[in-house]
Every structure is written in C-alpha cells, then in structure tokens.
C-alpha cells in the first residue's frame, strides 16, 4: 500500500466497529509476510495479491471459529496456504493464454533460482510447505508446528523428507543436464 492509503485507512479506523477495526491492524500487522508467502506459491505479483485479499476475507467472514486470539498469524496464514492451494489447482485445470507466459519471464533471470522453483514443485506438497515456510520465510519448525496443528517433530521430519526429495531431484536434474 502506498503511504496516503494507510494514513486514510488509519484515518478511517476509528469509525468503524471496534472488531473491524482490530482486525484490519492484524492483518496489516502481517501484511508483509502473507504477500511475500503467497508469491512464493504463486509467483505473480497481481495472484498474491488476490489471495491475500481472499484470505482476508476468509479469515473475516470465519473470525468467530478461531480459538486462541494469540494464534491470529498461525490462523491467516494457514488459510493464505489453502488460497494459494486453490489457485494452484485453478490454474491446472485452465489453459494458460500466450500473455499469461510472456508477462513473468522478466521476473526471473536467475536460472538457479528458477531451477529451485522447478525442483520445489516436484516435492511433496506437505514437505514443500515446510521448506517454503523455513527456508524462504525465516520461520521457525515451532511456528510451522503450531500453524499447522502438528508436534514440531512431524515438522522437522517433514522437513527432512523433503530436503532428502529436492536432493535427488536437484541431482537427478543434473544428470538431464550432462546429456
């Protein structure tokens, strides 16, 4: 968001119901965090940005089901993770337009960067959430523990499956490579 835009959303804060308004600090509070999370599974800036906003919504229209108030981060984020999940699944099932493939080539240059990306979309799901979460979003195996309702060693398992998984993938790719 653009600085004017806070300052008239802060602005707008006290006029509405104390419940809405507290909500909308948490979720600016995070803000940062779920877009950078929702890009790393979704890889277009103007995607992340939907799933942020229909996570939002989500978490609004379902703010009553959460428990623990001091969980709201773990909450959004895990329902950021099932937005993500349902656009990946979207986009299977559409057929992508020429645009759709010529508008993010010149988001990545890096060839390792998106060899990573590749080789990450090849892990297990339930492994591939824990290193994107770890490793690209400088959470802890407790915080990814209580986000997802598992004990931290089913995490740090599952962390290590999928570490040994994108070893062999990376070295069965550069095998491709050597041919």
Same mark, same amino acid.
């Given at each position: 968001?653009?600085?004017? /835009?806070?300052?008239?959303?802060?602005?707008? +804060?006290?006029?509405?119901?104390?419940?809405?308004?507290?909500?909308?600090?948490?979720? @600016?509070?995070?803000?940062?965090?779920?877009?950078?999370?929702?890009?790393?599974?979704? %890889?277009?800036?103007?995607?992340?940005?939907?799933?942020?906003?229909?996570?939002?919504? %989500? +978490?609004?229209?379902?703010?009553?089901? @959460?428990?623990?108030?001091?969980?709201?981060?773990?909450?959004?984020?895990?329902?950021?993770?099932?937005?993500?999940?349902?656009?990946? %699944?979207? %986009?299977?099932?559409?057929?992508?337009?020429?645009?759709?493939?010529?508008?993010?080539?010149?988001?990545?240059? *890096?060839?390792?960067?998106?060899?990573?990306?590749?080789?990450?979309?090849?892990?297990?799901?339930?492994?591939?959430?824990?290193?994107?979460?770890?490793?690209?979003?400088?959470?802890?195996?407790?915080?990814?523990?209580?986000?997802?309702? /598992?004990?931290?060693?089913?995490?740090?398992?599952?962390?290590?499956?999928?570490?040994?998984?994108?070893? +062999?993938?990376?070295? *069965?790719?550069?095998?491709? *490579?050597?041919?």
């Amino acid at each position: 968001m653009t600085m004017p /835009k806070v300052v008239e959303m802060q602005k707008l +804060a006290p006029a509405v119901p104390q419940e809405e308004g507290r909500f909308y600090e948490l979720v @600016l509070e995070h803000s940062d965090q779920l877009y950078s999370i929702a890009y790393s599974y979704l %890889r277009r800036r103007h995607d992340a940005l939907e799933a942020v906003q229909e996570a939002t919504c %989500r +978490a609004w229209i379902k703010r009553k089901t @959460l428990k623990h108030p001091q969980a709201f981060k773990s909450w959004l984020i895990r329902i950021l993770i099932y937005v993500c999940i349902d656009e990946q %699944r979207r %986009r299977k099932r559409s057929v992508p337009t020429a645009d759709e493939h010529m508008g993010e080539t010149g988001a990545y240059d *890096n060839t390792d960067r998106l060899e990573m990306l590749w080789a990450l979309d090849q892990v297990k799901p339930k492994y591939r959430h824990v290193l994107l979460l770890k490793y690209y979003h400088d959470m802890t195996l407790g915080e990814i523990a209580e986000m997802f309702g /598992k004990p931290e060693g089913t995490v740090k398992t599952w962390q290590h499956k999928g570490l040994k998984q994108l070893r +062999a993938i990376m070295q *069965n790719r550069g095998e491709w *490579n050597e041919y």
